[in-house]
């Protein structure tokens, strides 16, 4: 199961009600941001989400609303010792901007006090890969960006089957806690139980994609096919399809049409513009795909695995 914050909602420039792109992605005592916008760190605290445990950024491109924000992060890292180090993943262009950002505004003279690492992200290559959780990153068509979106996937699980243990002999409580530790446990009759006995058929862990700007779909569909949850922007209602094309952004109506033909079982719509009203945007995507919201700052949702 993830996690899934939002700390910025908003397109281009802040309003009042959304801030700049991020959000946090949490998978037992993972921590991740996916963009950092201006505005990110003040996000976080009132979000109440704290920095503890907080060392990764994933970068989904080199624009400044994707990206301002590693200032307030970074250089409070460093002030409140609250990690070892920070790591950047990004495209060549994106760790550019990161590095000016970086080394030339917040330790233009001394450097660091911290870790910091820049990690070019590849194509279709693991991003992380430790502790039941992959992340792996696929490419995305923006501008003349080189951009990136994330696919978070959960490792998959036999857990125990309850009929099979009671079958079995094995009572709940300390026995079947050793067995899970152990692999096998001796039963007072003098039987051996092994975990493999007792294990249920295997269930998939959840898949999470997030998708940062955008201007074309169809080569998205595979990346993020059969997610849990897809998070992409939807900047422009359908009605200014030119103006999104012109711009290189997807409308509400490309958003739902990936979510179909990917076959995603829920799709949260950010990178919002001011100019449109929330809930008529809402009520046009779920005319496309019925499982679409649109994303607010602060909003808290969890990406699970299907039960089929």
Not at 11 to 34: C, I, K, Q, Y
Not at 40 to 62: C, F, N, S
Not at 171 to 198: C, F, Q, Y
Not at 220 to 226: A, D, K, M, N, S
């Amino acid at each position: 199961m993830f996690q899934v914050t939002f700390l910025g909602t908003g397109a281009t420039v802040p309003s009042a009600d959304r801030g700049l792109s991020s959000l946090m992605v949490e998978h037992e005592a993972t921590r991740v941001l996916v963009d950092c916008g201006e505005g990110t760190l003040r996000q976080i605290r009132k979000a109440h989400l704290g920095m503890r445990r907080l060392d990764r950024v994933l970068l989904t491109h080199g624009h400044l609303d994707h990206v301002l924000g590693l200032a307030g992060i970074a250089s409070t890292l460093e002030l409140w010792d609250q990690a070892s180090g920070l790591t950047i993943h990004g495209s060549d262009t994106a760790l550019q901007v990161a590095r000016t950002l970086l080394d030339q505004v917040v330790w233009p003279e001394d450097g660091p006090a911290i870790r910091v690492e820049y990690q070019e992200v590849k194509r279709d290559s693991p991003v992380l890969d430790q502790n039941g959780l992959r992340i792996t990153a696929f490419p995305v068509r923006h501008h003349e960006t080189h951009s990136f979106g994330y696919l978070f996937e959960e490792a998959g699980r036999r857990p125990m089957d309850v009929g099979k243990l009671e079958e079995l002999g094995v009572p709940a409580g300390p026995d079947r806690h050793r067995l899970t530790e152990k692999g096998s446990i001796d039963l007072p009759d003098g039987r051996t139980v092994r975990l493999e006995d007792v294990l249920g058929p295997p269930e998939r862990g959840a898949r999470l994609a997030v998708v940062g700007d955008a201007e074309r779909i169809d080569d998205l569909v595979e990346p993020v096919r059969g997610a849990d949850l897809l998070v992409i922007e939807a900047t422009y209602v359908t009605a200014d399809e030119g103006t999104a094309r012109s711009r290189g952004h997807l409308t509400v109506r490309d958003a739902c049409e990936l979510a179909k033909r990917a076959e995603v079982r829920r799709l949260l719509l950010t990178h919002q513009s001011s100019r449109y009203d929330p809930e008529a945007v809402r009520r046009e995507a779920q005319e496309f795909f019925p499982a679409a919201e649109i994303a607010k700052d602060f909003d808290r949702v969890r990406a699970e695995a299907s039960a089929g």
